[in-house]
């Protein structure tokens, strides 16, 4: 399953309430877009839902960013079958851009390639 880890916690409170951006990213054949986002009821992570259309084809998936080891996951929701497109990766890796905008850490590993991730600035 494609997943970004950061290093360090997230201050979720801050990305909650900062304006994650919503507006559509075109890449390739692709359209990807973040719906909108909700915060855990403890505070300690989000739910981030996306479209990505590609080839008139929709996907609808579901993001976990969530506490990991002491760390900071970014990946899918474990309880929803969705293709793992090349898009979908590239849409992970957009949130974590937005993330690190508003203060996350540093990309500690992932298992998403680099083409995927080319453009994107993940510190």
């Known amino acids: 399953m494609p997943h970004i880890i950061l290093e360090g916690s997230t201050d979720f409170s801050s990305a909650a309430t900062t304006e994650i951006q919503t507006g559509p990213h075109r890449w390739g054949r692709a359209v990807l877009k973040t719906e909108r986002w909700w915060t855990r ?3 300690q992570g989000l ?3 996306g479209v990505i259309v590609e080839f008139s084809r929709a996907l609808h998936p579901l993001a976990l960013v969530a506490p990991h080891h002491g760390d ?3 990946r899918l929701w474990p309880y ?13 890796a957009l ?7 508003v203060g996350a850490g540093v990309l500690k590993t992932t298992n998403i390639p680099d083409d995927i991730l080319e453009g994107i600035d993940l510190r």
Not at 85 to 91: A, E, G, K, S, V
Not at 95 to 101: D, E, K, R, Y
Request: proline residues 3%; without cysteine; glycine residues 6%.
């Open 95 to 101: 949130i974590t851009g937005n993330l690190q905008s």
């Open 41 to 43: 009821s403890d505070g």
């Open 72 to 74: 900071t996951a970014i």
């Open 47 to 49: 739910l981030v839902e």
């Open 80 to 92: 929803l079958e969705i293709e793992k497109t090349r898009p979908l990766q590239r849409w992970l």
